[in-house]
């Protein structure tokens, strides 16, 4: 799926990597805490949904990278409690 929009203005360099977030259901709503590589700098987010969630994912990878671009991510659900959220920004595979 992509999400986002342009946006205005200049936002310095780009941190290209992969983003990812795990998310976790307490029952009384979700949390993702960032892991990997790039999850220094990435806020942790909490909602009372799960695409609550997934929106603010979306911005505080954007945010984090420094990114102008719209970027594909995968949320996958590996139990019902439990969710993957994997950004590639600007990290997609380019022949040389």
Do not use: H
């Not at 009384?28 to 799960?50: R, V």
């Not at 911005?59 to 969710?83: H, L, R, Y």
């Amino acid at each position: 799926r992509v999400q986002g929009g342009t946006v205005v203005g200049n936002m310095g360099e780009v941190k290209k990597g992969v983003y990812q977030y795990k998310l976790t259901s307490s029952g009384s709503g979700w949390t993702a805490k960032p892991f990997g590589e790039m999850a220094d700098g990435l806020a942790e987010c909490t909602g009372a949904t799960a695409e609550e969630v997934e929106k603010a994912m979306y911005d505080a990878c954007k945010e984090a990278s420094g990114t102008e671009k719209e970027f594909t991510f995968a949320n996958d659900m590996v139990s019902p409690k439990v969710s993957l959220f994997t950004a590639a920004i600007e990290a997609a595979y380019e022949p040389k």
